[in-house]
């Protein structure tokens, strides 16, 4: 397949010899229409590309040395040049029918630029909420993963959105790039919906799953909220310390307070 005719390239992030050899070892399905390309940091050297990626026709490479998830996916969307992009990681795993259902959604739903999904896992099932819904209104306890997000190219670009590089793996805040993307999407005007239907595999457990009472990443929830919700944040705070905090819980939640509240100042002190 050449770069021709190409109407959706999912954006695959990785980092070293490991990474790529997650990204051998996973699912990739030679579909009509859809490309893959391999956003690949090597920050200790070089390290040649695998023979089971050059035999692919349907395959791109682009090599940096940077450090950082959200660098990384800032290197693949300026590599990117599809009508349509799909975020994904190094161990994700894809059918031909869950590529399809993402173009299927764009086709049908030609007003929308950005489309979140779902993906499949045997370790943490996520729960999703119901029937299509605008994320301007977003329902209670929906958040979307990096992975379930696709978007069309050009309208990203055209708004000047990026993946903010101070959250994500390897940054200084460890996650929360995708909800800010969504938010900086929203605030600019784009017009993002969730649509039901499994696109992918992932059986890696997320971050949060990992991390959740990590002071670390209490922090980056501070940090990440006081983003996204500028002025009502200190209320959240509050509800998110009564819910997730004390009570026979692995954190106090004067531990929590704190934790977050540094969170936040160290982003008011960042810079973007």
Not at 82 to 102: H, K, N
Not at 135 to 143: D, H, T, V
Request: proline content about 4%.
């Amino acid at each position: 397949m050449n770069g021709e005719g190409c109407r959706l390239q999912v954006l695959v992030c990785t980092l070293g010899a490991e990474g790529i050899r997650r990204v051998c070892a996973s699912s990739h399905p030679e579909v009509d229409g859809v490309r893959y390309l391999v956003s690949w940091q090597q920050p200790d050297g070089h390290v040649d590309v695998p023979e089971e990626i050059k035999k692919r026709n349907d395959f791109e490479v682009v090599v940096s040395a940077t450090r950082g998830l959200s660098r990384n996916r800032n290197v693949a969307l300026d590599a990117a040049s599809a009508p349509l992009v799909l975020i994904s990681d190094d161990d994700v795993g894809y059918t031909a029918e869950g590529l399809e259902r993402v173009l299927k959604a764009f086709e049908d739903r030609p007003e929308t630029d950005l489309i979140t999904m779902q993906y499949e896992s045997s370790g943490n099932p996520k729960k999703y909420v119901h029937g299509e819904v605008d994320l301007r209104c977003n329902p209670r306890g929906y958040y979307a993963t990096s992975i379930e997000i696709a978007f069309r190219l050009w309208r990203l670009r055209g708004a000047g959105i990026r993946f903010d590089e101070r959250f994500g793996i390897g940054a200084e805040f460890i996650a929360g790039e995708e909800q800010i993307l969504i938010d900086d999407a929203l605030r600019a005007g784009m017009r993002c919906r969730y649509v039901p239907g499994v696109i992918c595999r992932h059986d890696g457990s997320t971050t949060s799953d990992r991390h959740f009472y990590d002071p670390a990443y209490i922090a980056t929830k501070g940090a990440v909220i006081s983003r996204l919700f500028r002025f009502s944040w200190p209320f959240r705070m509050l509800t998110h310390a009564l819910r997730n905090a004390g009570g026979g819980k692995p954190i106090s939640r004067m531990a929590y307070l704190r934790a977050w509240l540094g969170g936040v100042a160290r982003l008011r002190h960042s810079t973007k």
